[in-house]
T-cell receptor, first 113, second 109 residues
Framework: GAGVSQSPSNKVTEKGKDVELRCDPISGHTALYWYRQSLGQGLEFLIYFQGNSAPDKSGLPSDRFSAERTGGSVSTLTIQRTQQEDSAVYLC???????????FGPGTRLTVT | DAKTTQPPSMDCAEGRAANLPCNHSTISGNEYVYWYRQIHSQGPQYIIHGLKNNETNEMASLIITEDRKSSTLILPHATLRDTAVYYCIAFSYGNKLVFGAGTILRVKS
């Protein structure tokens, strides 16, 4: 079946602009994560959605970052007033939740100029 | 979640077993040990997980010490395609999966 998909695959934006990154999880998966990975660095947790529970936003680096998950499926990560330090690969993962493994998408490479 | 400690890098000869250690001395009773890997420019990939008993699947084996303070991921016959960053994570139900720095495994011919 289809895996996790993310769009766009690449995004170049000017400093100060807003961007939206999309994640389509595997159908039926109840949990969804966003991570970011700067060049040569490890994965940095951003936000976690589990079913209808309030999302865990503890990893969002600033109030310029927000995310929503509509209808328990598609998720959008929004970065307002982008800064150069926001440049990274943004990865989305979905899972059945609980102890099930996460399935990762290919990521969106964001470059802020 | 319990903190895990891994060596920053390891080398392995192609065709030999790769043994990747992980220390998790503060792991709690309900935390599982998960392993993921990330091949260059790709998203991470799940490998295996376990609680107390040793586990084996088509990709790898996981050996967990009796006191659960450490574990070893074994790739029985490493290939060049196994070159990746390997992450060991202690994870329990209801918590979020958080990745550390991992171990860079370089498989050399």
């Amino acid at each position: 079946g289809a895996g996790v998909s993310q769009s766009p695959s690449n995004k170049v934006t000017e400093k100060g602009k807003d961007v939206e990154l999309r994640c389509d999880p595997i159908s039926g998966h109840t949990a969804l994560y966003w991570y970011r990975q700067s060049l040569g660095q490890g994965l940095e947790f951003l936000i976690y959605f589990q079913g209808n529970s309030a999302p865990d936003k503890s990893g969002l680096p600033s109030d310029r970052f927000s995310a929503e998950r509509t209808g328990g499926s598609v998720s959008t990560l929004t970065i307002q007033r982008t800064q150069q330090e926001d440049s990274a690969v943004y990865l989305c993962a979905s899972t059945w939740g609980g102890l099930y493994e996460q399935y990762f998408g290919p990521g969106t490479r964001l470059t802020v100029t | 979640d319990a903190k895990t400690t891994q060596p920053p890098s390891m080398d392995c000869a192609e065709g030999r077993a790769a043994n990747l250690p992980c220390n998790h001395s503060t792991i709690s009773g309900n935390e599982y040990v998960y392993w993921y890997r990330q091949i260059h420019s790709q998203g991470p990939q799940y490998i295996i997980h376990g609680l107390k008993n040793n586990e084996t699947n088509e990709m790898a084996s996981l050996i967990i010490t009796e006191d659960r303070k450490s574990s070893t991921l074994i790739l029985p016959h490493a290939t060049l395609r196994d070159t990746a960053v390997y992450y060991c994570i202690a994870f329990s139900y209801g918590n979020k999966l958080v990745f550390g720095a991992g171990t860079i495994l370089r498989v050399k011919s």
